[in-house]
């Protein structure tokens, strides 16, 4: 689970850190960067098991464009990453080798330098480090002048040496070329955890598809290959007592989310060998295709199937559940999407191998903030933050547009005084703010 992450280079982000709950909506208007944050965490995914260029194909943009540019369109060269996660207790890896992890809050730092070639500019990683967050363990870290800069991996077994891989023309992370356990069970977890992060973009195409019975039974990040998906959860998590497993209570959400349908259950055709999705009409006992469901149907079917996924546990990141769904209904499919979080916390509570969940959702909804939990002690909701562009003077004296986060205070905004005292990463949006920004994306809708 993602519990922290900092930004700076990487295309709207300066200086940007934001602590992450298991349980986030990222409001704001168009253009403040809320896409540029799951790009982001894209770029991070990907990296844990791809070289940066090709990692840099699945994020919007070419390579010199996904590094930050200030207002004159001048393109910067560096980028650091920083992530903190909370590790599962174990790893196991292909070949079925499993460890015990000695630490599971762990800090991942990342820097990326673009460099000018003959033709173009390549992007080389010039820094990675892995350490424990409580304690100066440090499982990776990169040592050495330039000219000689290397990598060193440390392991964890006090009598195992350390292995050192060349650092001054690397053009892929350390993580991206860790295979087994026994390189280092730390490393691997983290890089089983970040590839383990997913980024839905729904295509209502996609998900009205049936599916043959050899076809994979993985979510894809379109949404295909919901029948098989389902169909899978259901004979995973089915006991005598609920035979179709999870699946009853996909069905239970969905019929609190959307006013016309009573549930979802999968048409299985023997003679064709293939699966599709039906949902059941209520009030009529009459199933009706996904081939003529309402496009905000199937996108609230596939995300709470996507949250509900045992197999698949970790960061699951969704813009705009909004779309197709009205204001109210969005609200109770927020309050879904929580409870299962808060289910997979209060599991890993009371016992340390659980899965955990996450969610990650964009809006420019304020409503979404209806569903939320009350705020701290301190005044502030933990599960939201507000992001907006500001304009900062660089140095050089170059101006830039940056992403900021403002924190979302459930009462009345500090003093302004009280407010330029507080980190930039830390400041507060006011209730009569929310209120104003809810007031004109109304109008403009």
């Known amino acids: 689970m993602l519990t922290r992450i900092e930004i700076d280079g990487f295309k709207t982000f300066r200086d940007f850190a934001l602590d992450v709950p298991p349980f986030l909506v990222v409001l704001g208007r168009n253009g403040a960067g809320k896409s540029n944050l799951f790009d982001a965490l894209r770029f991070l995914s990907r990296l844990a098991g791809q070289p940066v260029a090709e990692a840099a194909q699945h994020v919007r943009g070419d390579i010199s464009e996904i590094f930050h540019r200030d207002a004159e369109g001048r393109s910067g060269t560096e980028m650091r990453f ?3 996660v909370l590790l599962d207790g174990t790893i196991t890896d292909a070949f079925g080798a499993t460890r015990e992890l000695s630490v599971v809050r762990v800090r991942y730092e990342l820097v990326i330098q673009l460099r000018p070639q003959s033709v173009g500019s390549r992007p080389y990683v010039v820094h990675e480090s892995l350490r424990a967050v409580d304690g100066d363990f440090r499982f990776l870290d990169t040592v050495g002048p330039p000219a000689a800069r290397r990598f060193e991996i440390r392991h964890e077994s006090p009598d195992a040496h350390s292995v050192a891989l060349p650092a001054a023309n690397a053009t892929a992370t350390v993580l991206s070329v860790i295979g087994t356990t026994s390189e280092s ?9 970040l590839e383990s992060w997913r980024n839905l973009h729904l295509d209502p195409a996609a998900l009205r598809r049936p599916d043959g ?14 029948p098989n998906t389902l169909h899978r959860i259901a004979g995973l998590t089915a006991t005598p007592d609920r035979p179709d497993g999870v699946l009853g209570d ?5 019929a609190g989310v959307i006013s016309d349908v009573s549930g979802v259950q999968i048409d299985e055709d023997g003679r064709r060998r293939r699966r599709e999705i039906e949902f059941r009409a209520r009030g009529r006992g009459e199933a009706v295709s996904a081939r003529v469901a309402s496009d905000g149907t199937l996108r609230a079917a596939a995300l709470l199937t996507a949250a509900y996924d045992p197999a698949h546990s970790g960061v699951l990141c969704f813009e705009e559940p909004e779309n197709g769904i009205y204001p109210q209904r969005l609200i109770t499919l927020i309050q879904r999407l929580r409870a299962v979080v808060d289910r997979a916390v209060r599991s890993r509570d009371e016992d340390p191998v ?3 969940t996450q969610v990650l959702l964009t809006s420019h909804s304020p409503a979404i903030l209806r569903a939320l939990g009350p705020a701290q002690d301190d005044g502030v ?4 933050v507000f992001l907006t562009t500001v304009t900062r003077i660089l140095p050089g004296r170059s101006r830039s547009k940056v992403t900021q986060p403002r924190l979302i205070s459930a009462g ?4 302004l005084a009280a407010q330029d005292d507080l980190d930039p990463n830390r400041r507060l949006i006011s209730p009569a703010e929310i209120a104003d920004f809810e007031v004109r994306q109304a109008l403009e809708a």
């Open 213 to 226: 019975y050899d076809e994979p039974d993985i979510l894809g990040s379109d949404g295909a290959h919901l």
């Open 412 to 415: 009345r905004r500090p003093a």
């Open 185 to 193: 069970a730390t490393l691997f977890a983290l890089k089983r955890e």
């Open 354 to 356: 659980a899965p955990l």
């Open 82 to 84: 920083a992530v903190e």
């Open 250 to 254: 996909i069905s239970a959400d969905l």
């Open 381 to 384: 909701r933990p599960d939201a």
